[in-house]
Every structure is written in structure tokens, then in C-alpha cells.
T-cell receptor
Framework: DAGVIQSPRHEVTEMGQEVTLRCKPISGHNSLFWYRQTMMRGLELLIY????????DSGMPEDRFSAKMPNASFSTLKIQPSEPRDSAVYFCASNFVEPQGLLTEAFFGQGTRLTVV | KQEVTQIPAALSVPEGENLVLNCSFT??????LQWFRQDPGKGLTSLLLIQSSQREQTSGRLNASLDKSSGRSTLYIAASQPGDSATYLC???????????FGTGTRLKVLA
């Protein structure tokens, strides 16, 4: 497997524009996570899905952020409208959660570096 | 609410030293704990995963231990090398949820 694949790797956009980040998890994994990393706040969990269903979106900072997982092999994180303070590296990760709730090793993508000017 | 702390925040050592990185968590009801490495501008690479029923895991020069009752994990790196320079993060998988909560990381520099 090629691992968790994120696109684009870099995104520069103007304030107010819509930004869509994409993630393809590892095949067979049933949980997917979106994290944001900044120097000030470290790695923050934004939202995670299990079996394509959002389980906890309490980390999503504002209504400007939304995430979807239409199928087991694809997820998007959308920011609309974008603001300079959204500039960060956004990571997607996936793992497998067994029926009894046991978490397995999580694997991360290479991240999308977002710059909003 | 689970909180994860890593000490020290930064560490600089000469090549060849054995070193210990620390990770503390406030809620001992965990499923597992995972150690990651992050190189500048890169993603996170998984190093070791310890399940809550285990006391330690080893991979090459790395050894991670877990003491759930005291809310601590340590990552031991033997015979450090300049290539070990990176940021090391621990992440706790908490019972009752499916999510990993990350520590703030330890930035390690191994000097040649």
C-alpha cells in the first residue's frame, strides 16, 4: 500500500477563498482523522470518522470548517471562507478500529501546508 | 479530558549517548500509546505502539515502556546518531473514544 495520500502538498490561497484538502486512507482502515499542526498549538485533532461516519467533530474550530467522507477511500476537509489564521499544516491519518474498540497503529500522510494570504 | 505532556521540550546531546524521552498523560484509562518521529517539513512516522496490556516494546535501538498507573511512558534511544535528530511525539489512544491525543513533542538534536 502507498500509505495515506494527501493532496495537494502545498496550497497558497487568498483570504476569503474556498480551500479543499483531500485524503485517501490506507485500504482496509476504517477510521480516519484530520489534524492541524501549528507552532503555537502543536497537533490538534479536528475531526475523526469511523466507518465513514463522523464520530467527533468537537475539534473543528468554526463553522467555516467542514469535513466529509463519502466512502471508505476518500475524505475532504473544506474551509470556506479561508482566513490567514487557518495557515497551518493539515494532516490526515488512518487506522483500523477492531469491533471491541481496540485501536491499531495510526499512519499519517505527508500533510498539506496551507498558506492563506 | 486527556492531557498529554512531553518533557523536555528540546534536547541536544553528543553522538553515542543513550537518552530518554518522557511522556505523561492524565487519564490512565488508555487503549494504547504510540510514539512517532517527525522530521522538519515532513509527516509523522510511527515508531512503536504499546497496547495498554503491555509494559514495553522494542524496535532496533528504540525501547518504549508504559506505566499506566503512573500515567507515564518513556522512549529510550540507545547509542544516538545524528540521523536520530527529529521531533518525537507521543500519542495516547483513550478508552471510550477512537481518537489519539498528542503531546507537544520533544525536539531532539544529536551532534556529530
Amino acid at each position: 500500500d502507498a500509505g495515506v495520500i494527501q493532496s495537494p502538498r502545498h496550497e497558497v490561497t487568498e483570504m476569503g477563498q474556498e480551500v479543499t484538502l483531500r485524503c485517501k486512507p490506507i485500504s482496509g482502515h476504517n477510521s480516519l482523522f484530520w489534524y492541524r499542526q501549528t507552532m503555537m498549538r502543536g497537533l490538534e485533532l479536528l475531526i475523526y470518522f469511523n466507518n465513514n461516519v463522523p464520530i467527533d467533530d468537537s475539534g473543528m474550530p468554526e463553522d467555516r470548517f467542514s469535513a466529509k467522507m463519502p466512502n471508505a477511500s476518500f475524505s475532504t476537509l473544506k474551509i470556506q471562507p479561508s482566513e490567514p489564521r487557518d495557515s497551518a499544516v493539515y494532516f490526515c491519518a488512518s487506522n483500523f478500529v477492531e469491533p471491541q474498540g481496540l485501536l491499531t497503529e495510526a499512519f499519517f500522510g505527508q500533510g498539506t501546508r496551507l498558506t492563506v494570504v | 479530558k486527556q492531557e498529554v505532556t512531553q518533557i523536555p521540550a528540546a534536547l541536544s546531546v553528543p553522538e553515542g549517548e543513550n537518552l530518554v524521552l518522557n511522556c505523561s498523560f492524565t487519564d490512565s484509562a488508555i487503549y494504547n500509546l504510540q510514539w512517532f518521529r517527525q522530521d522538519p517539513g515532513k509527516g509523522l512516522t510511527s515508531l512503536l505502539l504499546i497496547q495498554s496490556s503491555q509494559r514495553e516494546q522494542t524496535s532496533g535501538r528504540l525501547n518504549a515502556s508504559l506505566d499506566k498507573s503512573s500515567g507515564r511512558s518513556t522512549l529510550y534511544i540507545a547509542a544516538s546518531q545524528p540521523g536520530d535528530s527529529a521531533t518525537y511525539l507521543c500519542a495516547v489512544g483513550t478508552s471510550g473514544t477512537y481518537k489519539y491525543i498528542f503531546g507537544t513533542g520533544t525536539r531532539l538534536k544529536v551532534l556529530a
